[in-house]
């Protein structure tokens, strides 16, 4: 009987076996290591575009601040302007209507009285009086150049005699006065107030 001896071929078949084994563990290493490389290479990339995109993002915010920042610095120096040509045209306003009052007194004044100082004062309500301040021969002189100016009410709202003094020595006597005049309130054109609420002229 002829015996034959097995353990070499199951020897080398285990080696054999061990060996694809490791060759495919191998592989599958290296395969894993390419997938998690390209996988990172992707990732950074992700990232790099992100971060790009998050400073461009970021300069033209600092665009928009700028354009904000001009905008606000113009809307200000605007303000400013708006409230110097307001301030302006009040002032003008009131100059025309101080001339206009002016020559209301010096219609009024009787022929026994004399202004000597006319001056303007605002009060804390934003309105104006005229202070006039002079001199009459007689008393009845103050009192109709009062009247005079009562008389105007187009543009004189109200005199008030504020003091009234003797004055002078025994051949000529006069009489110091001060007045407080308050001129009427100006009316504006129906055509400027509609303008100003929004409103048209009506056809």
């Known amino acids: 009987m002829i015996k034959i001896n097995l353990l070499p071929v199951r020897a080398a078949k285990k080696k054999e076996t061990f060996m694809n084994q490791i060759y495919v ?23 790099a575009a992100t971060e790009k995109e998050i ?42 209507r101080f001339i206009q009052i002016i020559d209301q007194i010096s219609q009024a004044i009787p022929g026994g009285a004399w202004v000597g100082n006319l001056s303007m004062k605002s009060t804390k309500s934003g309105a104006a009086t005229v202070l006039a301040r002079g001199a009459a021969y007689e008393k009845d002189d103050v009192g109709i150049f009062i009247s005079n100016l009562s008389a105007r009410n187009t543009f004189i709202k109200d ?20 007045l407080t005049i308050t001129p009427q309130s100006e009316a504006k054109p129906a055509a400027e107030t509609g303008k100003k609420k929004g409103q048209g002229p009506k056809p």
């Open 25 to 47: 563990g191998a592989l599958v290493l290296v395969l894993c290591v390419g997938v998690i490389g390209w996988r990172a290479y992707t990732q950074k990339s992700k990232i």
């Open 55 to 96: 400073q461009d993002r970021k300069k033209q915010l600092d665009n928009l601040k700028a354009i904000v920042q001009k905008v606000q610095e113009f809307e200000a120096k605007k303000a400013v302007l708006q409230q110097k040509i307001e301030t302006i045209e009040t002032l003008e306003e009131g100059r025309n």
């Open 159 to 178: 005199v008030q005699l504020g003091a009234l003094s003797q004055a002078g020595g025994s051949v000529v006597t006069v009489y110091n006065y001060d």
